[in-house]
């Protein structure tokens, strides 16, 4: 019962990062992160987790003598994540990703839940950090 309770405890914290706060000075101009983006985050990052209990024949616990092999897990399938989500999310947005955009791609992949939020801060906090945005010439279709 202590089980359940914690892990009740768990998701309700985790569900109240995705709430949004409310801003009583006026409207800020911060940069925020599509939301088709936000669901190819949590989405691979769902996949990397399914990876990494396939690897260890989806048990909780490692055996005794496989320490390098759990930490090998744990960096190949956080380094998978990080790949497949920036790939993923061009093709799901139609066009290249901003500097932003695959930063907080990648720290949802290094820190589940939070990684994201809080590489977003701090590009909020240092807006000196994103370069220009990279144009994309559209070619016409001939009919």
Same mark, same amino acid.
């Given at each position: 019962?202590?089980?359940?309770?914690?892990?009740?405890?768990?998701?309700?914290?985790?569900?109240?990062?995705?709430?949004?706060?409310?801003?009583?000075?006026?409207? =800020?101009?911060?940069?925020?992160?599509?939301?088709?983006?936000?669901?190819?985050?949590?989405?691979?990052?769902?996949?990397?987790?399914?990876?990494?209990?396939?690897?260890?024949?989806?048990? #909780?616990?490692?055996?005794?003598?496989?320490?390098?092999?759990? #930490?090998?897990?744990?960096?190949?399938?956080?380094?998978?994540?990080?790949?497949?989500?920036?790939?993923?999310?061009?093709?799901?947005?139609?066009?290249?990703?901003?500097?932003?955009?695959?930063?907080?791609?990648?720290?949802?992949?290094?820190?589940?839940?939070?990684?994201?939020?809080?590489?977003?801060?701090?590009?909020?906090? =240092?807006?000196?950090?994103?370069?220009?945005?990279?144009?994309?010439?559209?070619?016409?279709?001939?009919?």
């Amino acid at each position: 019962m202590k089980r359940f309770a914690a892990l009740a405890a768990a998701l309700i914290a985790a569900t109240t990062l995705t709430l949004q706060t409310a801003e009583a000075g006026g409207r =800020h101009h911060r940069k925020h992160i599509d939301n088709r983006l936000k669901v190819v985050s949590v989405a691979s990052g769902a996949a990397a987790t399914v990876g990494y209990f396939a690897i260890n024949d989806w048990r #909780w616990k490692w055996g005794n003598n496989v320490i390098p092999g759990q #930490w090998g897990a744990i960096a190949g399938t956080t380094l998978g994540c990080a790949a497949v989500s920036t790939m993923v999310g061009t093709v799901v947005v139609n066009r290249p990703l901003t500097q932003r955009e695959g930063h907080v791609m990648i720290g949802s992949c290094v820190i589940p839940i939070i990684g994201g939020y809080l590489v977003n801060a701090a590009y909020n906090a =240092h807006p000196e950090w994103e370069g220009e945005p990279v144009r994309v010439k559209h070619v016409r279709k001939r009919k």
